[in-house]
Structures are given as C-alpha cells and as structure tokens.
T-cell receptor, first 115, second 114 residues
Framework: EAGVVQSPRYKIIEKKQPVAFWCNPI?????LYWYLQNLGQGPELLIR????????DSQLPKDRFSAERLKGVDSTLKIQPAELGDSAVYLC?????????????FGPGTRLTVL | AQSVTQLDSQVPVFEEAPVELRCNYS??????LFWYVQYPNQGLQLLLK??????LVESINGFEAEFNKSQTSFHLRKPSVHISDTAEYFC????????????FGQGTILTVHP
C-alpha cells in the first residue's frame, strides 16, 4: 500500500513569492490533514478535510494561506505571499475516517525555506 | 484546551541501556494518547496508542507506555535500546474538544550511542 505522497520535498523561495504544496493521501482515506511543524516543535494542525469539506480550519492563517481538496482526494496548500516566518516543514496526513480513534498516516513533509 | 508537555528535549543513552521518555498531558475530559516516531527525513509513524482498557500498551519493537490518569502521564519506555532507535519521538493527545485533531508535544530526540 502506497503511503501519503507529498511534493515537493524541499522548496526554497524568496519572501513575498507564492508557493504551493501538494498531497496525495492513502487510497480510500477520506480525511486529510495539513500540519505545520516549526523547528524544534511538534506538528500543529492547520486544516482538516472530511472528503472535500474543510471541517476545521480555525488554525489556518487565512490572510495568506489557502487550501483546497476539490475532488475529495488530493489536496493543495498555498501560501501567498510567503514570509520569512513561514519557513517550516508542512506535513500532510490522512486517515480512513474522521475521529480520535483512527490512526493518522503522515507523509514525509515539504521543507520550506523562505529567504 | 488540551496540551502535551514532553519534559526532555534530548535524551542521549548508550546502546542496550534502558530509556524513558516522559510525557504529561493536560485535559479535562477523557483522551486518547499516542506516541509517534520520526526517523531522519521520514514522516511520523505511529509507535503505540492508548484508547481504553489496559493502561500498559506495547509496540512491536519493544517499546511500551503506561497511561497514568492520576498523574496525567504517558511515559514511553524501552528496557534495552538499539542504535536503530535513534529518532525523534512525539507524544500526542486527541479526544474531547479536540475530536479528530492531534495535539503534539515538542518532541524528544533520542540518540543512542554505541
């Protein structure tokens, strides 16, 4: 079974530029999560999707961040414009069903460096 | 709101020594507890979890954790570590108002020396 796929693995951009990250969850997983992991910290949830619906986006900075999951499968997270403080690892995870009992499977992450 | 505190940011040990990685959580409702491991350049992998029942849970590679409700702790232990256990370990909590959401601790870097 293929795991959660993320691309790119690494991205270096200059501040004020836009950037996008892509995630393909495990086949059949209808819940998808985007997490932000700052250096030396644990991951923090940005947004959670149930199929194509964003059911929890309370931690997403909506002035510059956006996300979509149009067909309820793969998802894109965008930052526009990027700021120096956005340098971090962006993790995508998926689970079979929403809920605390369902294991979340994580992708390898995209490491963003903003110069 | 729920929170997780991992008391040690780094734990160096020698191979075959025992290790304990400490985790305390804060929550006013029943929770589910998890330990994830992250090897270099890889995603997080679930190591073990406590949902209900026996307070002692085990992983397939020799780790165990004990849920202690009175002390609000979920410490991770292994009686004899290997070089391959070198990784970063994250404790996480879910449940209650955080239904469907994992709240992670800051992580503990375990380094096993030969």
């Amino acid at each position: 079974e293929a795991g959660v796929v993320q691309s790119p693995r690494y991205k270096i951009i200059e501040k004020k530029q836009p950037v996008a990250f892509w995630c393909n969850p495990i086949s059949g997983h209808n819940t998808l999560y985007w997490y932000l992991q700052n250096l030396g910290q644990g991951p923090e949830l940005l947004i959670r999707y149930e199929n194509e619906e964003a059911v929890d986006d309370s931690q997403l900075p909506k002035d510059r961040f956006s996300a979509e999951r149009l067909k309820g499968v793969d998802s894109t997270l965008k930052i526009q414009p990027a700021e120096l403080g956005d340098s971090a690892v962006y993790l995508c995870a998926s689970s079979h069903r929403q809920g605390s009992l369902n294991e979340q499977f994580f992708g390898p992450g995209t490491r963003l460096t903003v110069l | 709101a729920q929170s997780v505190t991992q008391l040690d940011s780094q734990v160096p040990v020698f191979e075959e020594a025992p290790v304990e990685l400490r985790c305390n959580y804060s929550s006013s409702v029943s929770v589910y507890l998890f330990w994830y491991v992250q090897y270099p350049n890889q995603g997080l992998q679930l190591l073990l979890k406590y949902l209900s029942g026996s307070t002692l849970v085990e992983s397939i590679n020799g780790f165990e954790a004990e849920f202690n409700k009175s002390q609000t702790s979920f410490h991770l232990r292994k009686p004899s570590v290997h070089i391959s256990d070198t990784a970063e370990y994250f404790c996480a909590v879910s449940g209650g108002t955080s239904y469907g959401k994992l709240t992670f601790g800051q992580g503990t870097i375990l380094t096993v020396h030969p």
